[in-house]
Nanobody, 127 residues
Framework: QVPLMESGGGSVQAGGSLRLSCVVSGLDLDYYILGWFRQAPGKEREGVAAIYRPSLRLTEYADSVRGRFTISRDESKRTLYLQMDHLKPEDAATYYC???????????????????WGQGTQVNVAD
């Protein structure tokens, strides 16, 4: 069973909003750090945002989305969220949620530091 399952992708006009969700199963949410990554066609996967364990809930954002996107987690629903506002055409990509136990490196938002991945949800932004 895939421990991470994304939903909420779709098509939106530039300037619009979407909220992505990721249901987490089989992982101890008190221990794992959660994050969002994205990959556009022909480009490498890049980090978007991450949120630390419930004990601190620190967040980290890529410069390209800071101030427009908000990451949050709800342990009671075992769900990670990404609220995306003021979307731009360059935000179009497949978005993946991920989990890591790498407490020392999580804020670097580098894909190689993350152990578990969802299958992705597509976001399209029309100009």
């Amino acid at each position: 069973q895939v421990p991470l399952m994304e939903s909420g992708g779709g098509s939106v006009q530039a300037g619009g909003s979407l909220r992505l969700s990721c249901v987490v199963s089989g992982l101890d949410l008190d221990y794992y750090i959660l994050g969002w990554f994205r990959q556009a066609p022909g480009k490498e996967r890049e980090g978007v945002a991450a949120i630390y364990r419930p004990s601190l809930r620190l967040t980290e954002y890529a410069d390209s989305v800071r101030g427009r996107f908000t990451i949050s987690r709800d342990e009671s629903k075992r769900t990670l969220y990404l609220q995306m506002d003021h979307l731009k055409p360059e935000d179009a990509a497949t978005y993946y949620c991920a989990a890591t136990d790498g407490g020392m490196v999580w804020s670097r938002l580098l894909p190689r530091d993350w152990q578990f991945w969802g299958q992705g949800t597509q976001v399209n932004v029309a100009d």
